[in-house]
């Protein structure tokens, strides 16, 4: 099915090594809405001027896709802009997960070089420290920022939080990203990942649970998580045309109140609910 990438919610969100040939060979076949070829953290620091020519081989062999947004997550500090430079015109480039952002100035500076490279590419700052997250609405209203994503791991070091089963303690953090994008006017963010790949179980609960909170969709560092990340964040049928009535009954009346299936009044922010359901559906 073909879609606008522009528009969509990514559901799923799957990370790939960037030094892994046969990983990216098959991971557009995984399922996943997005996926998110790691320069960094994935690659040790002897390995990144090869997986950078891999992932530069890779997706300027791919052609423009229609189904599969594919973003490169870039290194901080000098290696960014060889990695940026490295693959910045390739079709298929949805655009860059910038690792470790802790200023505007660095977006500033991104979107300086991406525009003398002629790129249209998106950026989405991986927020990492506490300093990231408290600056997170400075961060969303930066030039080509679709998004906001959160690198837990690194953050609960940087401020020393050590989750509990429910990790209310990430709580905060979570959904002061969540209202910082919604303040900035971008998409909302996608979870972060869950390393204990092997209980799926544990994932659906705590992917509901950060549905709830007002993540649209989630990271996922193994194939095995796409599935159920796709299924918790998929509408149902009957939501879907719900959802499309709701908008189609507010255009048509033009004005400030509609009325749903059952009579009742409805305003402006149920009618974007609903609109965050049709962006999700597939």
């Known amino acids: 099915m073909s879609v606008d990438l522009s528009t969509w919610l990514a559901r799923s969100a799957l990370y790939v090594p960037g030094d892994a040939r046969d990983k990216l060979d098959r991971v557009l076949e995984r399922g996943a809405d997005e996926v998110i070829v790691d320069l960094e953290d994935a690659v040790a620091p002897k390995a990144k001027d090869a997986a950078r020519e891999t992932v530069r081989i890779w997706l300027h062999d791919l052609p423009e896709l229609d189904n599969v947004a594919v973003w490169v997550r870039v290194n901080s500090g000098g290696l960014r802009e060889a990695d940026v430079r490295a693959v910045a015109g390739a079709p298929a480039l949805t655009g860059f997960l910038v690792a470790k952002t802790e200023t505007v100035d660095e977006l500033l500076d991104l979107d300086r070089l991406l525009s003398s490279l002629g790129s249209l590419a998106g950026v989405v700052p991986l927020l990492e420290s506490a300093g990231a ?24 070091a940087d401020v020393g939080i050590t989750p509990g089963p429910d990790e209310r303690e990430l709580l905060y953090a979570r959904s002061h990203v969540v209202m910082a994008s919604r303040a900035a006017g971008i998409k909302p963010p996608i979870a972060p990942v869950s390393t204990d790949f092997r209980d799926l179980d544990a994932f659906a609960e705590s992917t509901r649970e950060l549905s709830r909170l007002g993540f649209v969709g989630r ?42 299936d059952e009579g009742r009044f409805v305003d402006e922010a149920v009618v974007r609910q609903a609109r965050l359901v049709l962006a999700r559906a597939r």
């Open 133 to 156: 997250v408290l600056r997170a609405g400075e961060l969303a209203g930066a030039p080509r920022v679709q998004r906001l994503q959160m690198g837990e791991a690194d953050l609960r």
């Open 219 to 260: 990271a996922c560092i193994h194939p095995g998580q796409v599935a159920v990340a796709n299924e918790v964040f998929t509408p149902t049928a009957d939501q879907v045309d719900t959802a499309a009535r709701l908008v189609e009954r507010w255009e048509f009346a033009g004005a400030g109140v509609a009325v749903d």
